[in-house]
């Protein structure tokens, strides 16, 4: 079964200052795709970044960047100049194929705290 | 893109009670997946919907079910409620082809 495994339940940086949230994922699967959802006290879940596993160049989006490990299965997450708006749970997910639907599978989160 | 929208934002309803949540898609998205995240977990895949009929579930029982409508809109159904079905519902949905859900707010049931 896939799994995936946040070690870090809570982590606190001061703002400007990079941050990396962990995420380590299980599967015996050659193709697939990992994603970082933020999801702040609105509830919504938002994509912060995405990687294709065929892919060997790490994905970046502005002050977010992956460092992806396929051979370790390992997916972290680094946020550079961190801001107040950063704060929020940090989830990280793999995608999968089940009975041809495509299905999430989270990890337990990673609650990101920014400070002033 | 008006969003992915979930009604009702908040629900209480009583053990044994039957409940329904809706999700209105963006204009487009053929697929819309459910998730149920309990409190201080991940979410879990419920099930999706493509073109109004179910292809893929997770490891909820039948009283888990739904419905999705030409209008890109859906709806999650659960009967017999139990206190362990109080979480928070999210409707995800996108369109054929890409990767990237769009998620809504999200409903948050409380059994009591």
């Known amino acids: 079964a896939q799994t995936v495994t946040q070690s870090q339940p809570e982590m606190s940086v001061q703002e400007a200052e990079t941050v ?44 977010f960047s992956v460092n992806f490990q396929k051979a370790a299965k390992s997916f972290s997450l680094k946020i550079s100049d961190s801001q107040l708006g950063d704060t929020a749970m940090y989830f990280c997910a793999f995608m999968k194929l089940i009975q041809g639907a495509q299905k999430l599978v989270f990890g337990q989160g990673t609650r990101l705290t920014i400070n002033p | 893109e008006t969003g992915v929208t979930q009604s009702p934002t908040h629900l209480i309803k009583t053990r044994g009670q039957q409940v329904t949540l809706r999700c209105s898609s963006q204009s487009g998205h053929n697929t819309v997946s459910w998730y149920q995240q ?14 109004e009929e179910e292809n893929g579930r997770g490891n909820f029982p039948p009283r888990f079910s739904g419905l999705q409508f030409p209008n890109y809109s859906s709806e999650l159904n659960v009967n017999a409620l139990e206190l362990d079905d109080s979480a928070l519902y999210l409707c995800a949905s996108r369109t054929g082809g890409r990767y990237g859900y769009t998620f809504g707010s999200g409903t948050r049931l409380t059994v009591v």
């Open chain 1, 20 to 63: 990396t949230l962990s995420c380590t994922y299980d599967t015996s699967e050659n193709n697939y795709y990992l994603f970082w959802y933020k999801q702040p006290p609105s509830r919504q879940m938002i994509l912060v970044i995405r990687q294709e596993a065929y892919k060997q160049q790490n994905a970046t989006e502005n002050r």
């Open chain 2, 38 to 51: 309990a409190l201080g977990q991940g979410p879990q895949f419920i099930f999706q919907y493509y073109r």
